[in-house]
């Protein structure tokens, strides 16, 4: 693959840049970490701004919206922009609406600037796969996007709980006040050691339709449409699914069990993915189409709950590096912009998978979701043999 040319050359051809790659995945950490950490915070948020805690909850709606409405546009109008400064003024910018939310004391104000949270937070997102696979050696490339995406697994086992605790000992608006002050951390952290790379001129760049009818594109964001809406199905929804098991009052403890096979799941991913990258993709919709059948079958019985949510977790850990990984070989030098897309479909099922799920709680029952989400996975999984891995054997 021929990547965009850097200006800064790479220490070693044959090593993969450590430092630069935890830089990223600090980046992972921080936005997605600010993102769900209100769902540990809703009742110290409602009474600290006066409103019900359900509208304390669309602080995280108000930023799934900025990073879905503004993933696509911004990353096709900034292709020119150096790297290392967009990343930047990314980061930056998600340190000062942090900031404002920490001081601000007015609904309003929360609200918006979580929504621009949402935007720079989009931002940073669009960029962190293409950036990874940029300064690394091109063989590594998968091994690059698990690292610099392993800040993202870590918050997304961390961060209610996080939240919760934080809330309880400094404060819901300390707790977005650490965040202005990880965020400032990382600037410096950045300008050390992660390399700066050239925009793409004029005649490099690409339209976004270009992009998306590019081979394979279509394919991946399908197979990720997919399977993050069959995940959300069951995520979002996982406390009304287990109380015929009585584990409800046990979320916390599921959560963290599904976080721990998702670590699990990453490392293996990051492991193998650069040489079993099609292996890995069926396996992984296999392993949570698995994990929904025990739930499907065995969901009452507690004994089997965790072993089961434990899979689950272990299928999706990886599936963001396994995607984004063969987004980057079909992509090439536009693969800021296929992440831009790749970012606003994954928002897009997230919100799905809500409206599904809920549909689905309301008319059939918790009982229902395992088996729905099976069904959709029998989609990811025909998506998968038959267009995203056909694409990718074209490719060797």
Not at 47 to 61: D, H, K, P, R, W
Not at 119 to 139: K, N, T
Not at 308 to 335: C, D, H, K
Request: include cysteine; charged fraction near 10%; glycine fraction near 10%.
């Amino acid at each position: 693959m021929n990547h965009t040319t850097s200006s800064v050359s790479r220490p070693n051809a044959e090593r993969l840049p450590l430092g630069g790659l935890l830089a990223l995945a600090m980046a992972a950490f921080i936005t997605l970490l600010t993102e769900i950490m209100p769902a540990g915070l809703l009742s110290s948020i409602a009474e600290g701004l006066n409103v019900s805690e359900s509208l304390a909850g669309q602080f995280i709606t108000a930023y799934a919206v900025g990073a879905l409405v503004a993933a696509i546009p911004v990353t096709t109008l900034t292709q020119g922009m150096r790297r290392r400064p967009l990343l930047l003024f990314a980061i930056f910018g998600f340190a000062a609406v942090n900031l404002i939310t920490a001081l601000s004391s007015d609904y309003t104000v929360s609200l918006v600037a979580r929504f621009f949270a949402g935007v720079f937070g989009g931002i940073v997102w669009s960029l962190l796969a293409g950036y990874a696979v940029r300064m690394s050696p091109s063989h590594l490339s998968g091994r690059a996007i698990a690292i610099s995406g392993a800040g993202a697994t870590i918050a997304l086992v961390l961060g209610v709980p996080l939240g919760a605790l934080l809330g309880r000992h400094i404060g819901w608006q300390s707790a977005f006040g650490l965040m202005t002050v990880l965020a400032l951390l990382l600037i410096v952290w950045v300008l050390v050691v992660v390399p700066d790379f050239a925009g793409q001129s004029r005649d490099q760049r690409q339209s976004l339709a270009r992009v998306f009818l590019r081979t394979g594109i279509r394919a991946v964001l399908f197979v990720v449409l997919t399977f993050v809406v069959a995940h959300n199905v069951l995520y979002i929804y996982v406390e009304p699914f287990l109380q015929p098991s009585g584990l409800a009052a046990n979320v916390d403890v599921i959560l963290f069990t599904f976080g721990l096979g998702s670590i699990i799941g990453l490392w293996l991913v990051g492991a193998l993915v650069d040489r079993r990258l099609q292996f890995l993709a069926v396996a992984s919709i296999l392993v949570f189409a698995i994990a929904s059948l025990l739930l499907g079958v065995w969901g009452t019985v507690p004994q089997m709950v965790y072993p089961s949510v434990a899979i689950w977790g272990l299928a999706v850990g990886g599936f963001a590096t396994i995607t984004q990984t063969a987004l980057s070989r079909f992509a090439g030098e536009s693969v800021d912009v296929a992440q831009s897309m790749y970012t606003t479909g994954w928002n897009t099922a997230v919100a799905a998978g809500g409206v599904v799920g809920g549909i689905l709680l309301d008319r059939t029952g918790s009982a229902s979701l395992a088996w729905v989400a099976i069904g959709i996975l029998a989609a990811s999984l025909l998506g998968t043999v038959f267009f995203m891995n056909r694409a990718l054997a074209r490719q060797c």
